[in-house]
Each structure stands twice: as structure tokens, then as C-alpha cells.
Nanobody
């Protein structure tokens, strides 16, 4: 499946952004979806994931309570609503698809999120 993330930008600390990840493949609802991020000089880290029909979600402790992952299978899109953003949230955010949690086969190009203090 092909994935394309969008919605990044520059925002002040405390602000909000909503990222989108559109899929061009078939059977979007067959995939568990995840968001990951990579800051300069750091390894890629898990942010959030969502089950095929949105029943189950997981979050990294660092974003719990501030970020919300959701999906619209009719639109083949997964979202990441980010609120109360902090400078340490600055990173390139990418989406991924896979057959199950923690097993992602397809990755999209990232979108840059920059949070200024």
C-alpha cells in the first residue's frame, strides 16, 4: 500500500496540528496503522497506532493525553490530532501500515512538524 503523510508545519508551543495519511491501496481496513516520528540525530520512535476498525489504540507515554489517532476507512485515511505541542515534539512524522500491531510493512514519506518555544 502506498502512503502519503501531510499536514505538518510550524506551530508555537501549546498549539495544535492535525496530520493526515492517505492510502492509495486497496483494503485499507485490512491494515493496522501507525504513526512514528524521527527527530534530528535520534532514532525513529513510535507515536501511536490504531486497529483496523479503530477500536483499539496505543500511544507512546510522551504523547498520551495530547495526541489522538483516528481513521476513516471510507476515505482510506488515518489522522493524528496533536494538541498542546511541545518543542520536543519537533520531528518528521511518518505513517505506516501493517498486518498487526508492531509489524509494519509499508511506510510513507514523512511530514515535518516544527514546534517553536
Amino acid at each position: 500500500v502506498q502512503l502519503q503523510a501531510s499536514g505538518g508545519g510550524l506551530v508555537q508551543a501549546g498549539g495544535s496540528l492535525r496530520l493526515s495519511c492517505a492510502s492509495s491501496g486497496r483494503s485499507f481496513s485490512s491494515y493496522v496503522m501507525g504513526w512514528f516520528r524521527q527527530a534530528p540525530g535520534k532514532e525513529r520512535e513510535f507515536v501511536a497506532s490504531i486497529s483496523r476498525f479503530g477500536v483499539t489504540t496505543y500511544y507512546a507515554d510522551s504523547v498520551k493525553g495530547r495526541f489522538t489517532i483516528s481513521r476513516d476507512n471510507a476515505e482510506n485515511t488515518v489522522y493524528l490530532q496533536m494538541s498542546s505541542l511541545k518543542p520536543e515534539d519537533t520531528a518528521v512524522y511518518s505513517c505506516a501500515a501493517g498486518p498487526r500491531f508492531a509489524e509494519y510493512d509499508d511506510w510513507g514519506q514523512g511530514t515535518q512538524v516544527t514546534v517553536s518555544s
